[in-house]
């Protein structure tokens, strides 16, 4: 059974492949920290699995120059290894935490509005969850259950706005995972999420076509959830934080990214809304 991507499957990427790095460049551990600019123990941190956060972004990006790489293919997000200088300039982390009105995240909504936003999701989309999956999945990340409604409630009053124009792109199988109650959804009731598919699918039809959900095979492609604001800004969710990046080139190259994910799609937005209601609960 595959697992949902989500901040496990981004720094499980990271890690094989900063392995391959090390095993091409000939180093031993110690010289290749150095390199780097991190001690040896934090190199061996990394290659130990033994936790989902990734290094800092000035320590990513000396990894990808030192060993000229892309910084998007070492992150997991292309397969091409070719440098092309997209993702090593301005950089920021912005915490993912907090009241969503007054986030950063809220205000580059804001500023997006009247351009295409592109969002892969980390699992459902945040606008399409009912309350009782919210809270469920609030109550499991230990976060604000009423910040998280209103997050919610947020981006569906924006979705609602007639200049909006936003894509969507997720596995198809993250869906069936949520109807089958599993992986992070183990444990929520049947009717709750027999519940939550009939408000996904209500809200889908509704807010189309300035909202359009599409479906992609995971097994074909893999992605990291990321969004991109209009041609201003790309975030990349790791997991309480964003790898915030600003350049035209690097939004460019992740528009890139997220069209072949629309291009490999099985189920096309205006076929999402049915493929939501034929899904089986267990």
């Known amino acids: 059974?595959?697992?949902?991507?989500?901040?496990?499957?981004?720094?499980?990427?990271?890690?094989?492949?900063?392995?391959?790095?090390?095993?091409?460049?000939?180093?031993?551990?110690?010289?290749?920290a150095a390199?780097?600019?991190?001690?040896?123990?934090?190199?061996?941190?990394?290659?130990?699995?033994?936790?989902?956060?990734?290094?800092r972004a000035e320590t990513l990006m000396n990894i990808a120059a030192r060993h000229q790489v892309s910084l998007d293919w070492l992150l997991g997000l292309s397969q091409d290894e070719g440098i092309t200088g997209e993702l090593r300039e301005n950089m920021e982390i912005a915490q993912a935490e907090?009241?969503?009105d007054s986030t950063l995240l809220a205000k580059w909504h804001a500023e997006a509005v009247g351009t295409k936003i592109r969002y892969v999701p980390s699992g459902i989309p945040d606008l399409l969850r009912s309350e009782d999956v919210i809270y469920f999945e609030a109550d499991a990340a230990k976060v604000n259950r009423e910040a998280q409604r209103d997050e919610a409630q947020y981006r569906v009053d924006y979705n609602r706005r007639p200049e909006t124009d936003?894509?969507?792109?997720?596995?198809r199988q993250t869906l069936e995972l949520f109807a089958s109650g599993l992986g992070r959804w183990h444990g929520l009731p049947r009717d709750v999420r027999a519940a939550q598919l009939t408000h996904m699918a209500t809200?889908?039809?509704?807010?189309?076509p300035?909202?359009?959900?599409?479906?992609?095979?995971?097994?074909?492609r893999f992605s990291a959830p990321y969004t991109i604001f209009g041609p201003y800004r790309a975030a990349i969710?790791?997991?309480?934080?964003?790898?915030?990046?600003?350049?035209?080139?690097?939004?460019?190259t992740l528009t890139r990214h997220f069209d072949g994910l629309i291009r490999i799609a099985e189920v096309n937005a205006h076929e999402t809304a049915a493929f939501v209601r034929r899904l089986e609960l267990e």
């Open 166 to 171: 936003m894509e969507v792109c997720m596995p």
């Open 203 to 208: 809200l889908i039809d509704d807010l189309y």
């Open 35 to 55: 390199a780097v600019g991190i001690d040896r123990s934090a190199l061996s941190q990394l290659l130990a699995g033994s936790s989902t956060r990734l290094p």
């Open 237 to 252: 969710y790791m997991g309480g934080m964003y790898l915030v990046l600003n350049t035209r080139q690097t939004v460019t």
């Open 98 to 100: 907090g009241g969503f």
């Open 210 to 220: 300035t909202f359009r959900l599409f479906l992609f095979d995971w097994r074909e």
């Open 1 to 32: 059974m595959e697992k949902i991507v989500d901040k496990r499957d981004l720094s499980g990427t990271f890690r094989e492949r900063l392995k391959v790095l090390m095993l091409r460049s000939g180093l031993n551990q110690s010289a290749f």
